[in-house]
C-alpha cells in the first residue's frame, strides 16, 4: 500500500486543532505518513484584527508540538489567504510531489481506522473510471434498506475528510471559465442539481463573488467529468467546528454523524443508484425561508 500524505488545513482554532491532531496520530497508519499543515495567516482588515492574531499565534506555538507522524511538515503563510485559496493552493503544490493527497480540516476529528480506508481506497479505486474522489463522511440522509454494499457513488463530492488522485484534481479549472454557458442551460442547470437543490445558488454566490468556496467548483468539476465521489455506507469522520470559529458558517444540520469505527468492504461493481441521488437531493433541499432569501437578497 502507498501511503498518501495528509493535508491538513488550520486557521486559529487551537483547540479544536489539537482535537484533529488527537484523533488523526491514534491511526495505526499515522506515524508511517507524512502530515503537511497548511496555518492561514491573520486578517488584518477586521476590527478583531487583533484578537485574530493572538488566536492564530497560538496555533503557531502550538504546531512544532505535533508528534505521531513519520514527517511533519509546516507551512505557514504570513497573510491571510482564505480558506478556498489555501485548500487550492495546498493540494495543488503536495499532490503535484505525491500523486495523492488525504484532506483534513481544523474542525474534523476520525476514527481510529480513517487512514486504513482512505490509503486502501485510493489504492483500489485508482484506475476506476467512475471514481473521481473519495470521502470519509457520509451525509445523514435515507439510505435504502435494500442496499447491501458498504460503499456508494454519489456525484456530489465532500469536503470533508476527502482524497483523491492528481490526474483528478489538475481537471479542476478553478476560473470555470464556462460558468455563463452553463448557467443559461436550464437542462445542465437541472442535471447539475440532481444531487441538491442548493448547489446552483452556491455555485452562483461563488461566481458572483458572495462567498468564497473551492467545494462547490470540486462538485462541479465532478459534475463535468460526469465522475463520482465514493462514499462509506458509515462516516469516518465528525464535525466538531459548531461553535463561533471561523467556518460555521459553512456548516448546518447536514453535517450531524457520529463515528464509526470499522471495515469497510471496497468493491469494484459499485454503480450510482438513482434512488440514493434522489433521496439526497431531497435531503439537501433549501427551506422556504433559505429560498426566499436567495431569490430577493441575492436574486438566484
Not at 96 to 107: C, F, K, L, T, Y
Amino acid at each position: 500500500m502507498t501511503l498518501a500524505p495528509i493535508v491538513l488545513f488550520c486557521y486559529n482554532r487551537v483547540d479544536h486543532l489539537r482535537e484533529t491532531i488527537q484523533y488523526l496520530a491514534a491511526n495505526p497508519l499515522a506515524k508511517d505518513s507524512t502530515l503537511y499543515v497548511f496555518s492561514d495567516g491573520p486578517k488584518t482588515n477586521s476590527a478583531t484584527a487583533k484578537d485574530d492574531a493572538e488566536r492564530v499565534q497560538k496555533v503557531r506555538d502550538y504546531l512544532p508540538t505535533i508528534e505521531g507522524f513519520a514527517d511533519v511538515r509546516i507551512k505557514a503563510a504570513e497573510t491571510n489567504q482564505g480558506l478556498a485559496n489555501s485548500v487550492i493552493r495546498g493540494v495543488t503544490e503536495v499532490i503535484a510531489q505525491h500523486g495523492r493527497v488525504i484532506v483534513m480540516e481544523d474542525d474534523i476529528i476520525c476514527t481510529t481506522d480513517f487512514l486504513a480506508f482512505q490509503n486502501a481506497a485510493l489504492d483500489f479505486y485508482e484506475n476506476h473510471p467512475l471514481v473521481f474522489s473519495i470521502s470519509g463522511y457520509l451525509y445523514p440522509f435515507t439510505i435504502p434498506a435494500t442496499y447491501s454494499r458498504d460503499v456508494l457513488l454519489l456525484p456530489r463530492a465532500s469536503s470533508l475528510g476527502w482524497s483523491t488522485w492528481k490526474d483528478r484534481w489538475e481537471l479542476a479549472d478553478w476560473s470555470v471559465p464556462d460558468y455563463a454557458d452553463f448557467i443559461r442551460n436550464p437542462e445542465a442547470r437541472r442535471a447539475f442539481s440532481a444531487s441538491g437543490s442548493d448547489l446552483i445558488p452556491m455555485f452562483e454566490k461563488q461566481q458572483k463573488g458572495l462567498i468564497s468556496s473551492w467545494a462547490i467548483r470540486w462538485s462541479y468539476t465532478h459534475f463535468k467529468q460526469k465522475r463520482y465521489c465514493l462514499y462509506p455506507i458509515r462516516s469516518k469522520v465528525e464535525h466538531i467546528g459548531y461553535d463561533a470559529g471561523t467556518n460555521f458558517g459553512r456548516f448546518s444540520r447536514h453535517h450531524n454523524t457520529a463515528l464509526h469505527e470499522g471495515k469497510i468492504q471496497l468493491t469494484s461493481d459499485v454503480q450510482p443508484e438513482p434512488e440514493m441521488v434522489r433521496n439526497l437531493k431531497r435531503y439537501f433541499r433549501p427551506s422556504l425561508i433559505r429560498q426566499a432569501i436567495n431569490r430577493y437578497k441575492y436574486g438566484i
